[in-house]
Nanobody
Framework: QVQLVESGGGLVQAGGSLKLSCAAS?????????MGWFRQARGQEREFVGV????????YYGESVRGRFTISRDNGENTVFLQMNSLKPEDTAVYYC???????????????????WGQGTQVTVSS
């Protein structure tokens, strides 16, 4: 059973930056697991932020964050990161780490395609 634990959320002013981390445990021994992020604003559906392949060589982003957010991973530490720059008030949401054992370059882009979720961390961007 894969467990995902996020950290790094908080309050930041518009235009600022924030970096989230997600530590995974209990994953497959060969580390073939795609990891990424979704977010959910109050009253909204869960939105795809991005996903990186199990090797970290391929990453896809949602349209609303492309060019501002960067996903990276450290397989040695079983950790995935979300660097968020040029933050906007509309980026305010609970951010969820997501994972799916897969060799696919784009393992998921919809919530139903995700096998494991973190508990979420709040990011609030003030104007």
């Amino acid at each position: 059973q894969v467990q995902l634990v996020e950290s790094g959320g908080g309050l930041v002013q518009a235009g600022g930056s924030l970096k989230l981390s997600c530590a995974a445990s209990g994953g497959p021994s060969d580390n073939v697991i795609a990891m990424g992020w979704f977010r959910q604003a109050r009253g909204q559906e869960r939105e795809f932020v991005g996903v990186t392949s199990w090797t970290g060589r391929t990453t896809y982003y949602g349209e609303s964050v492309r060019g501002r957010f960067t996903i990276s991973r450290d397989n040695g530490e079983n950790t995935v990161f979300l660097q968020m720059n040029s933050l906007k008030p509309e980026d305010t949401a609970v951010y969820y780490c997501a994972a799916r054992p897969s060799r696919s370059a784009r393992a998921f882009s919809k919530p139903l395609e995700v096998d494991y979720w973190g508990q979420g961390t709040q990011v609030t961007v003030s104007s």
